[in-house]
């Protein structure tokens, strides 16, 4: 006996309009770094929630440049891409794969077996069929030549089955065969060949006849014979736990315990439509510890705990109710996604984690535009559509029937049903657009109409109307029509229909009523309350522009307003305390609310114009849902939910219904692992021996700073909520949000160390802590490298040292130059000057001579006197003639020899005079060379200073002071005499005049003043 479960099997297709290369799939796995594998007919495809890449067998011989690289290109109606690895695969048929314990990718086929490279994205073959000639028909037409069968860690071995040979022990790293292992005696004799082979530890189950199992041990190659009753044909085997098998057969479901050599079997009967028995083919264990079992007529569910079958899935498409279910493998990946692999049908998944909305939707027509729901206790879902009538669904999806006027004609007094409510478990509510109103009978499908006793009310027509249907706890039928609410009452010999009230200006467009007897009468600008005991209708008033759609109440007491300008949350007092809204409250996606609807958890529920959104009044957190969890359309309508009594929710609209039940809603645990599928350098592929996503460093010259990173995040849930966000470190100052945007290109990077950072959130956006990283290093241009520099700077050395070589070479060629050519006038002054002193000196020293001789000789003064002139006047060109040969001279061009001179002077001219003098000198001189003019300039300047003291100052005393100062000298010059006149000096002094022009001469200046003496202050540079 068949039993139903609450939770809804929806299932997701994948088959060639999305990329797979054909939809017979014989085997699904899923490698280490969290891709899925899908083995065809024509070919194998490895798959990332988005693309199918494709991998071939060679059709020719011919060899050309590029084989194996792929072909990128255009595979999916979305325009998506895939690449197609057209040479990787030395067989073309019976493909399967293992999964060893190094997670290497094994791959068997009719010509051997090929392992997957994932560092280079291609297969190698590794055992190649080393019979291939001898092979006959029936094992080349087998669906199968080679299988897996598993591995023994301990010997290093890989155990290959042939079933028409035997079994092949491989080494696991040489893949050297290391002995062949035929069928037993028996099989040999029979000419039976096993319909299956599995390896559960040290054992490999094989079958023989029905009702028997063998087991060979590995280790000791003995053969063990097992008894199983229940064990057909082609049975089907799988390892529940380390004593359990499970072994599934035609009508038989048997549990072996082999630690205890005991078993259970459990007969089942299970036809398709054809009266054909189910065929098992393959058995894979769900995360409710349910065995899946997929065969010739979709997947039993099978619950070990119980031992029974608790499910039959016929259909993997909601709204169908037989779709092409012939199921040929099954796989369960990491996140507990179930993979059914169909011979035909492409592949299905069913996602436990994935938010599940059951689909309702009309096979016949084509806009399925609903505006009523309701869910009736013979758990039918009935639906009334624009233009179109009832549709009724039996729960799950599947439809039933439909009745329209177009179907019937004139069954229904209008076409548009827009409520529908309970009045017993034979009849339904219905009413239309207009004023129709009636009771269909869901028995014998029958519709009474009773419009002609609401038409007896002599309302005034209203085209603004929005019927709706309420059946209050006392039986009674609240309906409306325009602005009036009316209500029809059973009084035993028919129905009856009254006013309750009539609004005035106000249309109404719905009602509710809780358990105390308060009422709440929604309009098209506000909302009505009539509190229980009370005959007056209360107005609440809410901000322009607010249309009333929905009104529900919590187990707070708070009421809750939904309509086209939010949700609106009243207190007791009918007081607004809360108001839910996209701009307060961002996570509301749209404010334009049609339904509000409790769940059994009291969370609120609100159908709008982007899908559903749930909202938390405890901690205010709204999840929104949109198509791609599975929603008839983002879009619903007016009037179309309910609340089943069992818990299930119903929203309605454009495209039909959706019915879930939110206690099933789990968040989704597994978080996505993102991996870096493809890089472009400037536009173009980024060429690498190592595939991108495992490459951990990439180096670019500085002239390819211009990238792009594909990326994807593998998680199967729901990849189309998959999330996004990316980082450059080095570019990027925090997370870029890309949604379901896979791509990052960034252009124009300058040199430097980069790191790429992407994570991924599930369709629960749970995100994943440790993002997936990829070192970027864009390389600096060879002018800007350290050792560009440093070369660089070697050769700027180089070129100057080389031009102050030259400079210097000069420099010293031009001052030995000068050197040769101040020694020259060197000696040309001391030759000069040893001349004058020779020649001039001695005839000067004779002539003075001879004039104090004839002097002597002549008695008479007054003769003498001319004589007396001549004798001076050669004294006094003797002296000037010392003077000059002194200044000539170049062994005095020195500081100390000018100083020393100048004292000698001044000595011996005042002591002559009788004036005491004082010579102050500095205790150090430094050692300048002075020039011959400079230093007769400096002691012309002294002596014409000593002479105007001794001529006119009438002094008694002088003091001499030469001081050094800055690599200056001054000389002050200072007596004790009567002054002078500065104004008369100013206009007839050639003396002082003399003085400045020979210290301006040398690049000094002079300074004199008189008072109370005079004082000559010279300031000479020694530059």
Known sequence: MLRSQDKPYIFDGYSVNEGLSQSSVSDICQDDQGFMWFATRDGINRFDGYIFNEYRYKPNTQIRPGDGKGELVPRTITGNRAVINRFDLSGYKGYSFFKDSRNRLLLTHNNGVSVYDKYRNRFREVFPDSVKANVNTAERDAPYKFRILGEDTASRTIWIWRPMKGIYVVDRDSFRTRRMIAYPRQFQQAGVVPGVAYKDGDLVWMNHQPGEMLALNIRTLQLQIFCLPGVGKNPVIRRLNQDSLIIVSAGHITIFNKKRNKFSDLPYDVRNEHNQPFAPRVVELDHDGNAWIGGSDGVLIYSIARNEIIRHIVSFNTFETHSFNDVTFLYRDASDNMWVGTDGDGIKKYSPHKKVFNLYRSPYITHNMVMSVYKHDDGRLYVGLLRDGLNVYEEGGRFLERFSNELYPGKFPGSDLAAICREDYEHIWLHFMGMHIGLFNVITKSFTDLTAQVRKLGLPEDPQHFPFLFKRPNGEVYFNYGHY?????????????????????????TYCEDMMGNQYAGTKSSLFVRHAGSSRWNKVIFPEGMMVKSINKNSHRQVLVAGTKGLFVLNEQDQIVQHFNSYDNPKLINDYLYGVLLDDKDKIWVSHNKGLSQINMVTNEITSFNHEDGLQSNEFNTGAFYKSVDGELFFGGIRGVNGFYPKNFRNNPYYPKVVIRRMEVLDKPYESDTVVSLLKRVELPYNQNTIALEFVPLEYTNPTKNRIQYKLEGADEDWVDGGTFRMARYTNLHPGKYTFKVRASNNDDIWNSTPTTLEILIRIPFWQSLWFRFLLLLL???????????????????????????????????????????????????????????????????????????????????????????????SNDSLANLIAYMRSFAADFLEHAHITHQFYIPDTIPNIKLSGGTRRNIYLAVKESLHNVVKHAKASEVIIEVKMNNRNMTIMIKDNGKGFDQEKVRLFGNGLKNIQKRMVAVGGNADITSDNGTIVFLDIPLN
């Open 796 to 890: 700027l050395l180089g070129i100057a040292y080389y031009f102050s070589t030259l400079y210097l070479d000069y420099k010293i060629r031009h001052e030995k130059l000068k050197l040769e050519k101040e020694q020259a006038v060197d000696q040309e002054r001391a030759r000069i000057s040893s001349d004058m002193h020779d020649d001039l000196g001695s005839g000067l020293s004779t002539i003075r001579l001879l004039s104090e001789i004839a002097k002597r000789k002549i008695q008479d003064t007054n003769q003498t006197r001319e004589i007396e002139r001549i004798s001076e006047t050669a004294g006094e060109m003797v002296d000037k003639m010392s003077e000059i040969i002194w200044a000539m001279n170049s």
């Open 485 to 509: 609410l009316l209500m029809f009452t059973n009084e035993g010999m028919g129905y009856k229909v009254s006013m309750v009230h009539d609004f005035g200006d106000e249309t109404l467009t």
